[in-house]
């Protein structure tokens, strides 16, 4: 029931984020989560075919949906040899890292974050990693900055490019 309830009382995308991390950490599954909402208005329906559960974070949920409403295409939770995994890969060349203080805080863990970006960028990857409170707090600017990157940096990896890049995501 609380569920239901928080889900009523939430902005469309923190909805989303709470599903995602209702579902990613195994609290209910999809099919327990569709049953206790069902009843809901249809307006929060839809929403629910936008829950993912490979979502580690509300920032990554959040990044999801600015990536989704500009249209890019991109992969989640993406395994690269060398690199480990990255929270995004967006058209085959763009990694995007959603970092947060409890996660990336410290200059151990940031040495260890420049080493996978210099790793990445062997590879081909150009990354980037918005900060959560930016993703959260000023999520307008983040979304137009992911889209500029990808406006100016795409063209530069032509699909063949991007195919190559792809497959030394395995």
């Given at each position: 029931m609380?569920?239901?309830?928080?889900?009523?009382?939430?902005?469309?995308?923190?909805?989303?984020?709470?599903?995602?991390?209702?579902l990613?950490?195994?609290?209910?599954?999809m099919?327990?989560?569709?049953?206790?909402l069902?009843?809901?208005?249809a307006?929060?329906?839809?929403?629910?075919?936008?829950?993912?559960a490979?979502?580690?974070?509300?920032?990554?949920?959040?990044?999801?949906?600015?990536?989704r409403?500009?249209?890019?295409?991109?992969?989640?939770?993406?395994?690269?040899?060398?690199?480990?995994?990255?929270?995004?890969?967006v058209?085959?060349w763009?990694?995007?890292?959603?970092d947060?203080?409890?996660?990336?805080?410290?200059?151990?863990?940031?040495?260890?974050?420049?080493?996978?970006?210099?790793?990445?960028?062997?590879?081909?990857?150009?990354?980037?990693r918005p900060?959560?409170?930016?993703?959260?707090?000023?999520?307008?600017?983040?979304?137009?900055?992911?889209?500029?990157?990808?406006?100016?940096?795409?063209?530069?990896?032509?699909?063949?490019?991007?195919?190559?890049l792809?497959?030394?995501?395995?």
């Amino acid at each position: 029931m609380a569920v239901a309830h928080s889900v009523r009382c939430q902005t469309p995308r923190a909805v989303i984020a709470t599903l995602d991390s209702i579902l990613h950490h195994g609290l209910l599954t999809m099919s327990q989560l569709e049953s206790l909402l069902r009843d809901l208005p249809a307006r929060f329906q839809t929403l629910f075919r936008l829950v993912d559960a490979s979502a580690e974070s509300g920032p990554e949920t959040f990044v999801r949906l600015m990536l989704r409403a500009i249209g890019a295409r991109y992969e989640t939770q993406v395994h690269i040899d060398g690199v480990g995994r990255v929270d995004f890969v967006v058209d085959g060349w763009l990694i995007i890292e959603c970092d947060s203080r409890e996660f990336h805080d410290g200059w151990a863990r940031q040495r260890r974050d420049r080493g996978r970006d210099l790793a990445a960028a062997r590879r081909g990857f150009v990354t980037v990693r918005p900060v959560a409170a930016d993703i959260l707090h000023r999520p307008e600017m983040v979304q137009q900055a992911l889209r500029e990157i990808i406006e100016v940096m795409g063209p530069r990896f032509g699909a063949a490019d991007r195919s190559q890049l792809r497959k030394k995501l395995t």
